[in-house]
């Protein structure tokens, strides 16, 4: 629960800054250049290597897979039809794409099934999400950013982009076995623990209690796809039609019904991706999936029982 009152609190700092103006408007695209010029790049170098890819833990670790690639033309199909801009449409498959797996994933697990919740959580978030994150989620944002680009420019972009190039080095360290020095891992550890409260505090400080009535829709087709699709297309797969009811694919449900992945929104908004629907689509998709999780885990429960 210390991670709910640590997201609750940043989150409600960042509002306190914008909205008493002791910081300059635009203070949270400082932040984010910390969290993607070292501290996320420090964070996937030391999750990443610790990964134990294994088969049987398939189901939590392709979830996030899944989900994202439904939602890529699942939002181009919606996009086309209401004229969306390029932004708009790059900031809701990235947004909704990906689920808060691991801030906000890992204490709901852990309260409802122990040590082995934890453990269904970190795979869905590691290999699953961040892993995901930091290639196809990279690529599509940067697309969908800035207008259209060569296959050149796309290219070069992806691979000067400092996650993604932490991430390919983090793979290759998994694959050789080797292990990072004591003293780059308590480093590496250290700034990776900035991600998530300046993550929090520069979606707070972007966030908008009154949302622009010509983003109210988008706001509520992005949610209700991450919120109800995106849990709804994994209870199907998995536990109606491979009809599996373990801690596996219960834990799958949820950590698919989780609210938009912070570390997501940030690549989205250093892409120019709509900041301000962004933010929106944090700040109001977290408390929101705590109201529609629990409907997820009775409705789990009621068909095991």
Same mark, same amino acid.
């Given at each position: 629960?210390?991670?709910?009152?640590?997201? #609750?609190?940043?989150?409600?700092?960042?509002?306190?800054?914008?909205?008493?103006?002791?910081?300059?408007?635009?203070?949270?695209?400082?932040?984010?250049?910390?969290?993607?010029?070292?501290?996320?790049?420090?964070?996937?170098?030391?999750?990443?290597?610790?990964?134990?890819?294994?088969?049987?833990?398939?189901?939590?670790?392709?979830?996030?897979?899944?989900?994202?690639?439904?939602? #890529?033309?699942?939002?181009?199909?919606?996009?086309?039809?209401?004229?969306?801009?390029?932004?708009?449409?790059?900031?809701?498959?990235?947004?909704?794409?990906?689920?808060?797996?691991?801030?906000?994933? #890992?204490?709901?697990?852990?309260?409802?099934?122990?040590?082995?919740?934890?453990?269904?959580?970190?795979?869905?978030?590691?290999?699953?999400?961040?892993?995901?994150?930091?290639?196809?989620?990279?690529?599509?944002?940067?697309?969908?950013?800035?207008?259209?680009?060569?296959?050149?420019?796309?290219?070069?972009?992806?691979?000067?982009?400092?996650?993604?190039?932490?991430?390919?080095?983090?793979?290759?360290?998994?694959?050789?076995?080797?292990?990072?020095?004591?003293?780059?891992?308590?480093?590496?550890?250290?700034?990776?623990?900035?991600?998530?409260?300046?993550?929090?505090?520069?979606?707070?400080?972007?966030?908008?209690?009154?949302?622009?009535?010509?983003?109210?829709?988008?706001?509520?087709?992005?949610?209700?796809?991450?919120?109800?699709?995106?849990?709804?297309?994994?209870?199907?797969?998995?536990?109606? #039609?491979?009809?599996?009811?373990?801690?596996?694919?219960?834990?799958?449900?949820?950590?698919?019904?989780?609210?938009?992945?912070?570390?997501?929104?940030?690549?989205?908004?250093?892409?120019?991706?709509?900041?301000?629907?962004?933010?929106?689509?944090?700040?109001?998709?977290?408390?929101?999936?705590?109201?529609?999780?629990?409907?997820?885990?009775?409705?789990?429960?009621?068909?095991?029982?």
């Amino acid at each position: 629960m210390e991670s709910l009152l640590l997201l #609750i609190c940043c989150l409600a700092l960042g509002i306190a800054f914008r909205m008493s103006g002791l910081l300059p408007e635009k203070a949270y695209l400082s932040l984010n250049s910390i969290i993607i010029y070292a501290a996320l790049p420090a964070l996937i170098l030391q999750k990443i290597p610790a990964i134990p890819f294994s088969n049987n833990v398939l189901m939590p670790v392709l979830m996030p897979w899944l989900i994202f690639l439904i939602a #890529i033309p699942y939002f181009i199909f919606l996009g086309k039809r209401r004229g969306w801009d390029r932004q708009t449409l790059g900031c809701l498959i990235i947004t909704c794409g990906f689920g808060n797996t691991s801030f906000v994933g #890992i204490p709901i697990l852990q309260m409802l099934w122990g040590e082995e919740g934890v453990q269904i959580a970190i795979m869905a978030d590691q290999p699953g999400s961040f892993a995901a994150l930091s290639t196809i989620g990279i690529i599509v944002a940067s697309y969908y950013s800035a207008g259209k680009s060569s296959k050149r420019e796309l290219i070069g972009r992806v691979f000067r982009f400092p996650p993604f190039l932490a991430f390919l080095l983090a793979l290759a360290l998994n694959f050789s076995n080797s292990q990072m020095p004591a003293f780059a891992g308590y480093t590496l550890a250290r700034l990776g623990d900035l991600v998530v409260p300046l993550a929090l505090l520069s979606v707070g400080m972007q966030l908008n209690p009154s949302v622009p009535e010509k983003d109210r829709n988008k706001l509520a087709i992005g949610l209700c796809f991450k919120l109800i699709v995106a849990p709804a297309i994994i209870f199907v797969l998995y536990i109606i #039609i491979l009809d599996n009811h373990g801690i596996l694919s219960r834990g799958s449900v949820l950590e698919a019904g989780m609210g938009p992945m912070i570390t997501a929104a940030i690549i989205a908004t250093n892409f120019g991706l709509r900041p301000d629907l962004t933010g929106s689509m944090v700040g109001f998709g977290i408390p929101l999936s705590f109201l529609t999780l629990p409907v997820w885990y009775w409705l789990m429960q009621s068909g095991i029982n």
